[in-house]
């Protein structure tokens, strides 16, 4: 997939202009931002990129005297995962000292003696989003052992499917698993491939609309994905939740919790418990 490098030099330059920038970029297709010494750089796919949509975002932007240019490149296209690739990673344990726990390994990288009690998950990543090394990806997984999930699973931007797998090693019964990115698609089938899971997997390509075609509703949902698409997504999300059902929300920072908070309030559901890492969140509503 091939992306548009975007570079936003913010005059004069601040923190909060940045954040207002990203989350404005964000309603205009933008998926990944990165902050500079001038403002920020920003990450979408070129079959989105509409430069007319972005100035139309940019002109309501809320600080008075600060300016805004940009500066449109094609991102290199290469495989961004391929020293990690050739290095693997060292083993992830989560809940170490709990009764039960979940290990992630690259298959080269075991730890001797493997933790009792806990469940082994290998990753294979192919530039994709998810190994348990990010904070988000942890909490959530510490969440799924939390409730123990049974039942039907969605995986809204589904990356490695590591979420997907370690839900299903807990106990659910299926997952069905999106990402808007081909190769992440394939990848989390590889995976679930690889720690036999498969024919209880479903790995689908494309956004929060592949779910019209999706039967059925789902006892968990969640979703590891930035604020502003979570804010756009969650009303279908909660469409596709059984009543009683879960909902695990990451992928943002703590200053976050009160709007995406008021937004699941907003479709009637009700936060349960929140977890916080490093500025990052994990929120849990029941709907």
């Given at each position: 997939?091939?992306?548009?490098e ?12 940045g ?7 964000g309603?205009a297709?933008?998926?990944?931002f ?7 750089t ?20 809320p600080?008075?005297d ?10 290199e296209?290469r495989?961004?995962?391929?020293q ?6 060292d083993?992830?344990i ?30 294979d ?5 998810g190994t ?26 589904t990356?490695t ?12 019964s299926e ?9 992440s ?18 790995s ?6 592949v779910?019209?075609?999706?039967k059925g ?11 502003n698409?979570?804010?756009?997504d ?5 469409k ?14 703590t200053s ?12 009637g ?14 929120l849990?509503?029941?709907?």
């Amino acid at each position: 997939m091939k992306y548009f490098e975007v570079e936003f030099t913010i005059s004069p330059h601040s923190t909060d202009a940045g954040d207002v920038l990203a989350a404005l970029a964000g309603d205009a297709g933008f998926e990944t931002f990165i902050e500079t010494e001038t403002g920020v750089t920003g990450y979408i796919q070129q079959a989105l990129f509409n430069e007319a949509a972005l100035q139309a975002a940019l002109a309501d932007f809320p600080f008075q005297d600060v300016s805004i240019s940009f500066d449109v490149r094609e991102a290199e296209d290469r495989d961004w995962n391929e020293q990690w690739e050739q290095e693997g990673f060292d083993p992830i344990i989560i809940n170490r000292d709990q009764s039960a726990g979940i290990v992630i390994h690259d298959g080269r990288h075991l730890p001797v003696p493997l933790p009792k009690q806990s469940i082994a998950i290998e990753i294979d990543a192919k530039l994709a989003f998810g190994t348990g090394t990010h904070e988000t990806t942890r909490m959530i997984c510490t969440t799924l052992l939390e409730l123990i999930p049974k039942g039907r699973v969605l995986d809204c931007g589904t990356g490695t499917g590591i979420l997907s797998i370690c839900a299903l090693k807990l106990g659910a019964s299926e997952a069905v698993g999106y990402d808007i990115d081909e190769w992440s698609v394939a990848n989390a089938l590889h995976n679930a491939i690889i720690n036999q899971v498969d024919d209880r997997f479903t790995s689908l390509l494309g956004n929060i609309s592949v779910l019209k075609e999706v039967k059925g509703s789902f006892d968990l949902v969640m979703a590891n994905i930035n604020r502003n698409i979570l804010l756009a997504d969650m009303p279908m999300m909660h469409k596709k939740m059984k009543t009683g059902a879960r909902l695990i929300l990451s992928g943002f920072y703590t200053s976050d919790i009160q709007i995406l908070t008021e937004k699941a309030q907003s479709l009637g559901m009700t936060l349960l418990s929140q977890k916080e890492d490093q500025n990052w969140a994990c929120l849990v509503f029941g709907n």
